[in-house]
């Protein structure tokens, strides 16, 4: 039973324009939320996190938003850049031994 | 600063054959480990995790076994791989609880 949502398998967006990755998750247990970015053939890079007893965090061009109500959390990249083409992840989790449960990932496509 | 070594990086094996991965972890001490597995198309599966030197915890039953003999050394192992063992295994290290977890670049492993 996955614990941890995406949705979306794939997001194309303009350069530019704001991109949203959303991800859905179960365990209302989870203490602490991550986004991790990955391109092929190599392994996930952290981009940011947010803990649940937060709504909203911001590092340069990457906001995390979260709704605990609806345990839902957000990504927002503006602008998207054609770099931010990846792999997005989102995992929920953080204690019980720091483990941590995935999404399915989106690949996000920023046109040029 | 830390770094996560995996290797190898592709590995193709013959159903039946014996498997070992390996994972060492640089620049930190008593760290939480953990293998996940990649299959096409999916997710991102926690396979393992250790707190500990021979301490090993099992997240889903499986072809596979994991083993910790040194306090930075992480090893997947499989007497006989089965088809359906193909996939991309990731290894990662983490602190205490709710920080992220770091990646190493992975093995695509494949069976024939």
């Known amino acids: 039973d996955q614990q941890v949502k995406q949705n979306s398998p794939s997001l194309s967006v303009q350069e530019g324009r704001i991109s949203i990755l959303n991800c859905d998750y179960t365990?209302?247990?989870?203490?602490?939320f991550l986004w991790y970015k990955k391109y092929p053939a190599e392994g996930p890079t952290f981009l940011i996190s947010?803990?649940?007893?937060?709504d909203k965090n911001e590092d340069g061009r990457f906001t995390v938003f979260l709704n605990k109500s609806a345990k839902h959390l957000s990504l927002h990249i503006v602008p998207s850049q054609p770099g931010d083409s990846a792999v997005y992840f989102c995992?929920?989790?953080?204690?019980?031994?720091?483990?941590?449960?995935f999404g399915s990932g989106t690949k996000l496509n920023v046109k040029p | 600063s830390q770094t996560i070594h995996q290797w190898p990086a592709t590995l193709v094996q013959p159903v039946g054959s014996p498997l070992s991965l390996e994972c060492t972890v640089e620049?930190?001490?008593?760290?939480?480990l953990y293998w996940y597995r990649q299959a096409a198309g999916r997710g991102l599966q926690l396979l393992f995790y250790?707190?500990?030197?021979?301490?090993i915890s099992s997240e889903v039953p499986q072809n596979l076994s994991a083993s910790r003999p040194q306090d930075r050394q992480f090893i997947l192992s499989s007497k006989k791989l089965l088809l359906s063992d193909s996939g991309f295994y990731l290894c990662?290290?983490?602190?205490?609880?709710?920080?992220?977890?770091?990646f190493g670049d992975g093995t695509r492993l494949s069976i024939l």
């Open positions: 990662a290290w983490g602190r205490q609880e709710d920080q992220p977890q770091h």
């Open positions: 365990n209302s247990m989870f203490d602490y």
């Open positions: 947010i803990s649940s007893i937060k």
């Open positions: 995992a929920g989790g953080g204690n019980n031994f720091n483990k941590f449960y």
């Open positions: 620049g930190t001490s008593n760290p939480n």
């Open positions: 250790s707190v500990g030197i021979g301490q």
